[in-house]
């Protein structure tokens, strides 16, 4: 299984499975993260704590945990 | 069909996008604009007359979905359920039109009149993107207006399509939803018209949805779910809602939206290439976070010592016209030392005041909580809490509310325990007054901003403490947008400025003024007899210093001096720690009230900063300025604590938390100047 997280600055890839339940999934959602969307990642922080992607033009900032349950082609 | 012509209209969108704005164009007011989730933190009102309506516009918090994630959007969810209202203005950013159309398929379903505002539409145009509002308007059966709340663009339309929405009978949405559930739907509706109920799209929707429980429906309600639960692989009846709404998101926006012009990237994204790069990120960060102070103090002290010269002559001045003695004393040293000694840090407070209102603004904000999270977390915080933390520099009554984007309870009590770490504006003149009384000019900047970065570091291990012992438990995720770029209105933070000039401004002149007049009194009464002393030749400075000992004001601060007298505190310092709880500027009165006292009235007086040189030591200095900072909220402040915080013991806690902190933080503080 890919995740978001392994991916490297400025890949581009789709989504494939979300792992996430309830209401982070929800809100994944609701920010246009679900199946077959294009995503890619913008930066990372200085821990790599966190990461931007970019999706459908929204720039949105996420915590390793919830990139790891992202899965990705 | 409309009430005394008067028109109630929620203004509901999701995070920035231009929801206060456009009403402040529509209505003319001037309502907080920023761009970070959480500034509109309670719904405000704000009206306009339009073709012999009355219009009114409630401006609810920025809700990316009516699902009850974060406090905000329970105040929004809370009042589109069971407030008054006519219509729903449902306001989207027209550059993100899924993201936005989301919510409004939500909306929709609340099955009120609504009409749809592209907004932001010089942008999306200028990028490119190109929509087509009567298609849209057709596939969701509700007006469509495009606007520009930055040029006024629309106004007038928008305007328009309320009053005639208002007068219009309401149409049921026709958003359809995927044939599983479409099927589900009809099959609940049929059967609930079998049994002589009502077999609404709306009921059944609710029944599907599990939002009503009923047990005659039971086998049907189980049989549906069983059916969905096949269709979309174990997702909850919540969870195949939300991918349902993104999906008609998506396919409204591909039917009505045109790219023509595929730029690569756009600014913000560039920007975000600098400001947010792996390494340069957290420097540059700190770099404008020292620039900010260093300016506050640099040009906030040019007018410094003009304001100074201008009360001290006007202190003089009036002096001369009053006779009676005891009045002068109470209008020079009582109330124009008092106030003036207030006055001096207006131009420091503006400075301040317009460099958060710029990072609140542009859409930085956001980007350093991505930056600090990593940071914050390790401290048991989140990113988001920077907010909060970063608006509690400015007063830590608008942080305390801000802290409700945070979803978790303990995140958010734990940044609310914190907040007073981050000194706030009011405390600003005790620092200054300090800082330019012990240090050079040359100095002056880096001491003031390394006492905010103290203060943070110590909340932040404040935070560690409370997360450790206190507040333990599940961390709450982190997925935040992050805004795109936007310059400052200038006229809007020129009206926060102006805003907070106004509210020092009107403070200095009630509060403080009253507060000014009870120290002088406080510290001019009883009178004592002191002919003997006159008689034994004792100087007119040792008469006066021995009256204000033996006044009210003396005798408490003796009684209580010894508590701090490990600190060095004199008797004076410790006063004004009491009269500053009042409200933390009054620590400044209260001192250039006691320490003008000693003064010949008609003497030129000698400026407060003097005055502290001589009579206090670097290391009691340094200590009280760490102890001012952390000890206990003004009033003002620790009411909206509780209020916030909804329970009373945790405003005890916060006491007992603050003021051991701010008691220990000072004594080693004076320890280790004492040695040096
Ligand atoms: N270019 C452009 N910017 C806008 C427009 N409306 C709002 N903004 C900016 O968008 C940001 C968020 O605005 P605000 O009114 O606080 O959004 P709210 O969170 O929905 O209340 C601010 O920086 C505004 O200056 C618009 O029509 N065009
Ligand atoms: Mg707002």
Redesign the interface.
């Known amino acids: 299984m890919k995740t978001l997280y392994e991916l490297k600055k400025n890949e581009k890839t789709k989504v494939k499975t979300l792992h996430s339940r309830g209401v982070i999934r929800e809100r994944l959602v609701s920010f246009g993260i679900v199946r077959d969307a294009e995503i890619e990642v913008k930066n990372c922080n200085f821990s790599k704590d966190n990461i931007e992607i970019s999706v459908n033009g929204t720039f949105i900032a996420l915590r390793s945990e919830e990139a790891k349950s992202i899965e990705v082609i | 069909m409309i009430k005394n012509n008067i028109i109630r209209v929620a203004v509901v969108g999701q995070p920035n996008v231009g929801k206060s704005m456009l009403i402040n164009s529509l209505s003319n007011s001037n309502l907080k604009v920023g761009n970070f989730s959480g500034v509109t933190v309670e719904k405000i009102e704000a009206r306009t007359v339009f073709n012999g309506f009355e219009i009114v516009f409630i401006d609810l918090p920025g809700s990316?979905?009516l699902?009850d994630?974060t406090i905000d959007e329970k105040v929004t969810t809370q009042f589109l359920d069971s407030d008054e209202y006519d219509i729903i203005l449902n306001v989207i950013d027209s550059?993100?039109l899924?993201?936005n159309l989301?919510?409004t398929s939500q909306l929709l379903e609340l099955n009120k009149k609504m009409v749809l505002i592209l907004n932001i539409i010089d942008d999306s145009e200028a990028r490119g993107i190109f929509i087509d509002s009567i298609q849209l308007s057709k596939l969701l059966g509700i007006r469509v207006e495009k606007s520009s709340a930055k040029t006024g663009k629309g106004r007038d339309d928008i305007l328009n399509s309320l009053i005639l929405s208002a007068r219009e009978n309401f149409i049921e949405s026709k958003l359809q939803f995927s044939q599983p559930i479409e099927e589900e739907l009809e099959n609940i509706s049929k059967f609930l018209v079998s049994i002589n109920r009502d077999g609404s799209r709306r009921e059944s929707l609710k029944l599907l949805r599990g939002k009503k429980i009923d047990r005659e429906l039971a086998p049907i309600l189980v049989s549906a779910s069983k059916h969905l639960e096949v269709h979309y692989a174990d997702l909850?009846i919540?969870?195949i809602f939300?991918?349902e709404?993104?999906?008609i998101a998506?396919g409204i926006a591909r039917e009505v939206s045109k790219m023509t012009i595929t730029k690569n990237r756009n600014l913000?994204?560039q920007i975000?290439?600098i400001l947010?790069?792996?390494?340069y990120?957290?420097p540059i960060f700190l770099f404008l976070m020292w620039l900010l102070f260093q300016i506050t103090f640099e040009l906030g002290s040019i007018p410094m010592n003009l304001i100074d010269s201008v009360v001290a002559s006007f202190g003089e001045y009036i002096g001369n016209y009053i006779l009676n003695n005891e009045m002068r004393s109470l209008i020079v040293d009582g109330i124009i030392s008092g106030v003036g000694a207030v006055l001096l840090f207006l131009p420091n407070i503006l400075i301040l005041f317009f460099g958060i209102s710029l990072l609140e603004t542009t859409g930085y904000m956001?980007r350093v909580?991505?930056?600090l999270?990593?940071?914050f977390?390790r401290f048991g915080l989140h990113?988001k809490s920077f907010i909060p933390l970063v608006t509690g520099f400015g007063c830590s009554i608008p942080a305390y509310m801000s802290a409700r984007t945070l979803k978790s309870e303990r995140d958010r009590l734990i940044t609310m325990f914190i907040i007073g770490f981050m000194s706030c504006g009011a405390k600003l003149p005790v620092y200054v007054l300090f800082i330019s009384a012990f240090f050079s000019s040359d100095e002056a900047g880096n001491i003031l901003f390394g006492l905010y970065l103290i203060g943070a570091i110590l909340g932040l291990i404040g935070a560690k403490i409370l997360r450790k012992f206190i507040f333990k438990g599940e961390d709450e995720?982190?997925?935040?947008?992050?805004?795109t770029y936007r310059l400052p209105t200038w006229k809007l933070v020129w009206h926060t400025v102006y805003i907070q000039a106004l509210m020092y401004l009107k403070k200095a002149g009630t509060f403080i003024l009253v507060a000014s007049i009870l120290i002088w009194f406080a510290s001019n009464y009883p009178k004592i007899e002191t002919a003997n002393l006159i008689e034994n030749n004792i100087s007119k400075t040792e008469i006066k210093k021995f009256e204000l000992e033996n006044s009210y004001l003396g005798l408490a601060g003796k009684i209580v001096q010894p508590v701090f007298e490990p600190l060095g505190f004199d008797w004076q310092l410790t006063v004004s720690l009491f009269t500053g709880i009042a409200a933390k500027e009054v620590v400044v009165a209260t001192l250039g009230v006691l320490y003008s006292v000693g003064d010949e009235v008609d003497e030129t007086s000698e400026s407060l900063i003097k005055k502290l040189q001589e009579s206090i030591p670097l290391a009691t200095a340094m200590a009280f300025l760490i102890f001012v900072m952390i000890y206990m909220p003004c009033f003002a402040a620790s009411i909206v604590f509780v209020r916030e915080t909804g329970k009373k013991i945790y405003y005890l806690y916060l006491l007992v938390f603050t003021t051991i902190t701010a008691y220990i933080s000072a004594f080693i503080t004076y320890l280790i100047f004492t040695k040096i």
């Open positions: 990316y979905s699902k994630y550059t993100q899924e993201k989301y919510l909850s919540d969870e939300s991918e709404r993104i999906a998506n913000t994204e975000d290439e947010i790069h792996q390494l990120g957290l956001s909580a991505f930056l999270d990593g940071f977390h990113g995720p982190f997925i935040m947008e992050l805004p």
